[in-house]
């Protein structure tokens, strides 16, 4: 049966959002996690036929906008990529609020206070307008920690420390020198290599349990190289080997809580991080928390997004990949 979605198109910092406008039945679910499975299970071939090639490419990512499932709530949103469905997405809600506003997706009661759910959690996003586009996104992130104890894992042929944080998603955080790399656009299938390889191991030493209790955020979603100078940077290896164009919106949010449970980042501090591509996200820690007993932080992400199109996809009855394909 022939099938026609309609999407339109933003980047945040470099990476990209194709976010679902028609053609995509409504999603049910009591919450963002009901909706996410149901999603998966019933509606997981409109995520290959955006996500995939001849459409898509193997680091394409996208969103479905959903009713609200909490009291005051904008909207909800569930994010897509190569593999699967994220839990949280720093760059996609940069980039959806800024779609939000400007093509009037969703209605939203005011722009300085925009509460998305996410099956992570709910965000408040801002957004700081001019000459009436989105100047400017900031939102205030799920809580992040560090989760448990510094490791060493054996992987690329040496031993490489790391250590594990969340920020609306678990990353592994190594040091790019200790394994070999430099944070270069040049460098990619190399990074992309080592952050399955490390992955991989990690996932393998490491039993992951989030503190609240909920067994569909207990896995590792990618792994994040960083370097400190000349200004600090990283790049997120996710999913089925997606590398991250943006610095990492959930990434910067666990960057800044390790730092912070370190006594290196101040309540109130910015620190600005940059992507592998030189585009950066700022991020600053606003108050302390708690996940059960875990000790946390409360960030505020932000960051800029532009629109870079508007699409109506196609599939025909005759064609014969309807679910794309994927080529790394």
């Keep these: 049966m022939r099938r026609e979605v309609a999407t339109v198109d933003y980047h945040a910092a470099g990476e990209p959002l ?3 406008q028609h053609g995509m039945p409504p999603v049910p679910g009591a919450t963002m996690l009901d909706k996410r499975r149901h999603v998966r299970r019933r509606l997981d071939h409109y995520r290959r036929f955006l996500m995939h090639e001849p459409r898509g490419h193997a680091d394409m990512y996208g969103a479905i906008l959903t009713e609200p499932v909490t009291d005051g709530a904008d909207f909800g ?5 190569n593999e699967g469905y994220s839990t949280m997405c ?3 809600i940069i980039a959806l609020v800024t779609a939000v506003l400007e093509q009037g997706l969703a209605e939203v009661a005011d722009p300085q206070c925009i509460a ?3 099956p992570a959690g709910r965000v408040t996003a801002r957004a700081r307008l001019r000459a009436g586009q989105v100047a400017e996104v900031s939102f205030e992130n799920v809580p992040a920690f560090v989760y448990g104890e510094p490791g060493e894992a054996s992987a690329l042929g040496r031993r490489i420390p790391y250590v594990i944080a969340f920020g609306g998603a678990f990353y592994a955080y190594a040091e790019a020198a200790a394994c070999g790399l430099q944070l270069l656009p040049g460098e ?5 290599a080592a952050g399955r390889a490390l ?3 990690v996932r393998d030493a490491c039993r992951i349990c989030h503190p609240a209790g909920e067994p569909e955020l207990d896995e590792l979603y990618g792994v994040i190289f960083t ?9 997120c290896v996710f999913a089925d080997g997606e590398l991250d164009r943006s610095p990492t919106g959930t990434g910067v949010s666990g960057r800044a809580a390790i730092r912070f449970a370190r006594g290196a980042l101040a309540l109130g501090e910015v620190m600005e991080v940059a992507s592998l591509i030189g ?6 820690c606003l108050r302390a928390a708690s996940v059960g007993d875990t000790p946390a932080v409360i960030t505020e992400v932000a960051g800029s997004a532009s629109h870079t199109g508007t699409h109506t996809f196609v599939l025909s009855d005759n064609d014969p990949l309807p679910d794309g394909f994927l080529i790394r």
């Design 18 to 20: 194709r976010i679902v």
């Design 77 to 81: 949103v569930l994010f897509m990529h």
């Design 90 to 92: 720093g760059h996609g």
């Design 116 to 118: 998305i759910d996410t």
């Design 188 to 192: 990619a299938a190399g990074i992309i």
């Design 199 to 201: 992955a991989r191991e």
């Design 227 to 235: 370097e400190r100078d000349p200004v600090p940077r990283q790049a």
């Design 279 to 284: 585009t950066r996200f700022s991020v600053r």
